[in-house]
């Protein structure tokens, strides 16, 4: 890996969904961007030809030295062992090693005195026992303390949010927290065992409209709930996150709350399929969970807010071409 140029932002985790779309999001303000990920390139969900691509493990400090050599206004690190809840409530000590990617970013970061470094925590930080109803109390940022985050995943995140507090006040690094709540759009993971509910559903859909079977699987009573945020919202909040002077954790989410049985609806409806729906017991995760702006809009007078309906006519679009692409 040969990276000594100076560029305006590094992404991590480029070749992911979110990695993906902010790479395209900043090569259209016209910034230089270097975009690292592990994955061969061909595997990664959109690989820019503008940026600067490079392949290499991020667990290892000197790849993380490399990707900063030169120095970088903005580091966005998203590169993380991640999935939706069939994958991290199975892979617990596999989200535990995003702390070393998570560690030798910070630590090079730190050393190549770039400008901001931004993290992406999620919304799994937030304590388990304040997400026991379906009909949940949106999380505002300080219900993640005392902490009871979700096992693995939750705990990383937490931990390295703490960890990105601390490189801030003693070695003077500006780092900036995003929590993320459920992202979802087009170019994401959309099967394979690591997609989220959103994806998930669209693919179930997708193949019940392509094939004519009309009863499909839903994990629990389906009664749990969620919000959903649309890539672009999580996109637009991240960049102005990191450009803002707001230092604590911060939620980026929609706070458009459904059960995971309207989500399905709202998706069959667009694919305009009548289905039946059977429910078998699989990984749920905490019963409601929703995001408490009040937070966002102070700090950054800006919130999500493209409603579901929207995002998941975009996302459905998209998966349904996969789906038809992989039937064929
Ligand atoms: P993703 O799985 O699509 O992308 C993550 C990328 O990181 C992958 O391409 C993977 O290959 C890469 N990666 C993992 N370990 C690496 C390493 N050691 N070195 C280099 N690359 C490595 O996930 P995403 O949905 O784009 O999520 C991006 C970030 O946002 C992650 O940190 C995730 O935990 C966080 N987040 C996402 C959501 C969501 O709903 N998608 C919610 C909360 C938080």
């Not at 592990?38 to 691509?53: G, I, S, V």
């Not at 030295?65 to 809840?85: I, P, R």
């Not at 995943?153 to 459920?182: P, Q």
């Not at 709350?257 to 699989?282: E, F, K, Q």
Request: proline share 4%; glycine share 8%; net charge negative.
């Amino acid at each position: 890996m040969h990276c000594a140029d100076p560029v305006d932002a590094v992404v991590t985790g480029a070749g992911g969904f979110i990695g993906g779309h902010l790479t395209r999001a900043l090569l259209a303000e016209g910034k230089t961007v270097r975009a690292v990920d592990r994955k061969p390139l061909d595997e990664w969900y959109q690989a820019h030809p503008d940026a600067h691509n490079v392949v290499a493990d991020l667990s290892l400090a000197e790849n993380c030295a490399k990707s900063v050599e030169g120095g970088a206004a903005e580091v966005y690190h998203l590169a993380a062992d991640m999935g939706g809840m069939g994958f991290i409530e199975n892979n617990k000590a596999a989200c535990m090693l995003s702390v070393l990617p998570s560690t030798h970013m910070l630590l090079a970061a730190r050393d190549a005195e770039v400008d901001r470094f931004f993290y992406a925590s999620s919304a799994c930080v937030y304590a388990a026992d304040k997400q026991t109803e379906a009909a949940v109390l949106p999380l505002r940022e300080e219900d993640a303390y005392p902490a009871m985050p979700e096992d693995g995943y939750g705990w990383e995140k937490l931990f390295t949010e703490r960890m990105a507090r601390h490189f801030r006040e003693d070695y003077g690094l500006a780092t900036r927290i995003a929590r993320y709540h459920n992202i979802y759009g087009p170019h994401g993971t959309w099967d394979g065992g690591r997609e989220k509910a959103p994806a998930a559903a669209c693919r179930k859909v997708a193949v019940a409209a392509l094939t004519g079977a009309r009863e499909i699987e839903i994990w629990g009573d389906g009664e749990q709930t969620r919000s959903f945020t649309y890539i672009e919202d999580c996109v637009t909040g991240t960049v102005r996150l990191t450009r803002s002077d707001t230092v604590e954790p911060l939620n980026v989410g929609s706070d458009e709350l459904v059960s995971i049985n309207r989500l399905y609806a709202i998706v069959a409806d667009i694919a305009g399929v009548d289905l039946t729906y059977r429910h078998i017991p699989g990984p749920l995760g905490v019963r409601g969970r929703n995001s408490d702006n009040t937070r966002i809009v102070k700090e950054l007078s800006w919130a999500p807010s493209t409603p579901l309906q929207r995002g998941l006519e975009a996302t459905y679009r998209w998966v349904y071409d996969q789906v038809k692409a992989c039937l064929n």
